[in-house]
C-alpha cells in the first residue's frame, strides 16, 4: 500500500515537472475569444443593440501566455475607437489587425478567425412629438359619451434619443390614464414616460402631462309609436295585427327634456318597400340628431295585396 502511494506521488510530481516543462515553451498555436470594447462619443451616438465584446483570433507564443488568454486571466479589452458609428455598423477585423497584433506582444497574432465586427449604434437627435391620451374602448363606462376634445397639456414634447428608437414612436407617445370604465369628469397630472421597452434609450424634457375631460351619460329609452302609412294603394296593407312599433334609443342625459318637444311617428312608406320579398322598413319621425342606435320590434312589417 506504501508503495503505490509512493508511485502515485511519483507520477504526480513527473507529470506537474511535465506540464510545467510543456508551457515554457514557445510556439503553441490556439484559437481564443479575445476581449474588445468599442468606444465613441456618448454624447452624440447611442448602441441600440448590445456591442460585440469578444472576436475569434488565432495566436501563438509561449505556453503559459496563451494559457492566460484562453482562460481569460487578468484581460485588458482592446479598444476600437469608431468616430462615426451610425453611417457605418460593421467595421472589418483586417482594419485593426496591425494594432491588435502590436498590443498582443509577446504573444503573435496568426490569423483573424472573425472577418467582421458588427454593431448597431445610431446618432442621438432631439425631436418634437406629440402626446396622446391611451384611450381603448374599456376608457369609458357602458353607455357614457366624450364631451368636446380631451385637452392635452403640454400636447407637445422634446424627447431626445437614438433614431431608430425614435422611429419607433411614430410621432406620438401614448400616455396610460391609469382608470377604466371612466363615468365621471376626468382631471390629472400624469407621469410622462417612454414605453417601458424604449425607457432606458428615450430622455423626455417634461416629466408630467396634465390631462382633462368631462363626459357624459348616454340614458336607455323606449316609446311605443303609432304606425303612419305613407302612399299605400289601397289594395295593400300590412300583414297581421301590428298597431304600434316600439322604438328604443340611447340620449344625452342633457338633453332627455327636449323629448317633450316632439310627437314620434312610426312612418311606413310604401315607395321604400323591399319589391323582391314584399317588406317594408319601419322609420321613425321626426329623428333629431340626439337620437342615437335607434332599433324597432319589429323592425320590418311584410306586406299583404288584396
Known sequence: ???????????????????????????????????????FDPEEYMAVEKLPSRIKIEITGNGWDLLRKYFKINETPFLIEI????????????EIRRSLAESLAPTGLVSMVTDTIKFQVDKIVTRKIKILPDTT???????????GNIEVDPDMVNIKGPTSVLQQLEGTLKV??????INKNFNKILPLEAPNS????????????????????????NKRLKIRTVNFPKNVRIDGEVTTIMMSYLIDERQ??????????????????????????????????FLEKIKFEPEILKLKYD
Open 137 to 147: 374602448a374599456n376608457t369609458l363606462a357602458k353607455n357614457y359619451r366624450l364631451v
Open 256 to 289: 332627455v327634456s327636449e323629448l317633450g318637444n316632439y310627437e314620434f311617428e312610426a312612418i311606413l312608406n310604401y315607395n321604400n318597400r323591399n319589391r323582391q320579398d314584399s317588406t317594408i322598413a319601419v322609420q321613425v319621425s321626426p329623428k333629431p340628431a
Open 176 to 181: 396610460p390614464l391609469g382608470e377604466e370604465k
Open 83 to 94: 468616430s462615426n458609428p451610425s453611417t457605418k455598423n460593421y467595421i472589418l477585423t483586417s
Open 1 to 39: 500500500m506504501a508503495n503505490l502511494k509512493v508511485a502515485a506521488l511519483c507520477f504526480l510530481a513527473a507529470a506537474t515537472f511535465w506540464v510545467l516543462n510543456a508551457l515554457n515553451k514557445d510556439n503553441y498555436t490556439t484559437v481564443v475569444d479575445y476581449p474588445i470594447e468599442i468606444i
Open 198 to 221: 424604449l425607457r432606458d434609450y428615450l430622455t423626455l424634457d417634461e416629466e408630467s402631462v396634465h390631462i382633462r375631460f368631462d363626459v357624459t351619460q348616454m340614458l336607455e329609452g
